[in-house]
């Protein structure tokens, strides 16, 4: 993905100081970005009848929502656009679930300084704007 694109993020995240991190981080690699941060259900539902997003960004443990549930609306909604897990808390079965129902990367929390590096790579195999 160029630089000069604009990418497009939903950011999944119940704690607004990691989804602020997440997006400062991405924005100081160069990316230009347009962002949401949802933390349920219905505004992910919501974000994604609204608009066109070229990735999903999603944190594993919130209070009544989790990343496979937000796999599960994005793959009933918009089955093509790439999907990352960013968290410290999920089981290796989740994670395998996860890995089954399509998504596309996984990033521990201790590790995020390598998110702009694992988001450039999960589009570059799924966008043909690459």
């Known amino acids: 993905m160029e630089n000069a694109t604009v990418l497009s993020v939903i950011v999944v995240e119940d704690s607004r100081y990691f989804a602020d991190l997440t997006l400062r ?3 100081r690699s160069g990316l230009k970005l347009k962002s ?3 933390s349920t259900r219905s505004a992910l539902q ?4 609204e608009d066109r997003y070229d990735i999903i960004l999603s944190d594993n443990v919130m209070p009544d929502f989790d ?3 937000a796999l599960e609306i994005k793959n009933d909604m918009c089955r093509d656009i790439p999907f990352i897990i960013v968290s410290e808390d999920v089981s290796q079965q989740d994670l395998e679930e996860a890995f089954r129902k399509g998504c596309d990367s996984y ?3 201790d590790r995020i300084a390598d998110l ?4 450039r790579q999960v589009l570059s195999t799924s966008d043909p704007r690459a």
């Open 116 to 119: 702009p590096q694992i988001v």
């Open 67 to 69: 990343a496979l549930s």
């Open 25 to 27: 981080l991405l924005k």
């Open 36 to 38: 949401r941060i949802v």
């Open 107 to 109: 990033l521990p929390k």
């Open 46 to 49: 919501e974000a994604l009848k």
